[in-house]
């Protein structure tokens, strides 16, 4: 059992920075490919980015390459989401989740993920 707790949201201007944080507590975190997808008001849940075990491979949705980074540190047991050039369009609740992955593949399908945090506000004002 994987616990996941989301952290560093908030609101922020177009063209501003935050950095998203995922802590996992329970069994081993770096045997997990980890994932952030976001779900906007009346909009379905949508893929962000995702990051293989080894933190070696990653990938993005096309709306946010160039301008948001997934990284992880196994000896925390976090992931991180660094998103920078906002724009009032990644306004979402932003959710980490997780799935123990044998293969060092980073996972875009979120049916495929096991376990999901609660999820973190992020307001990008115009």
């Known amino acids: 059992q994987v616990q996941l707790v989301e952290s560093g949201g908030g609101l922020v201007q177009a063209g501003g920075s935050l950095r998203l944080s995922c802590a996992a507590s329970g069994r081993t975190f770096s045997s997990y490919a980890m994932g952030w997808f976001r779900q906007a008001p009346e909009n379905e849940r949508e893929f962000v980015a995702a990051?293989?075990?080894?933190?070696?491979?990653?990938y993005y949705a096309d709306s946010v390459k160039g301008r948001f980074t997934i990284s992880r540190d196994n000896a925390k047991k976090t992931v991180y989401l660094q998103m920078n050039s906002l724009k009032p369009e990644d306004t979402a609740v932003y959710r980490c989740?997780?799935?123990?992955?044998?293969?060092?593949?980073?996972?875009?399908?979120?049916?495929?993920?096991?376990?999901w945090g609660q999820g973190t506000q992020v307001t990008v004002s115009s």
């Open positions: 989740a997780a799935r123990e992955m044998t293969p060092d593949r980073a996972v875009v399908n979120a049916r495929s993920y096991d376990y």
């Open positions: 990051i293989s075990w080894s933190g070696r491979n990653t």
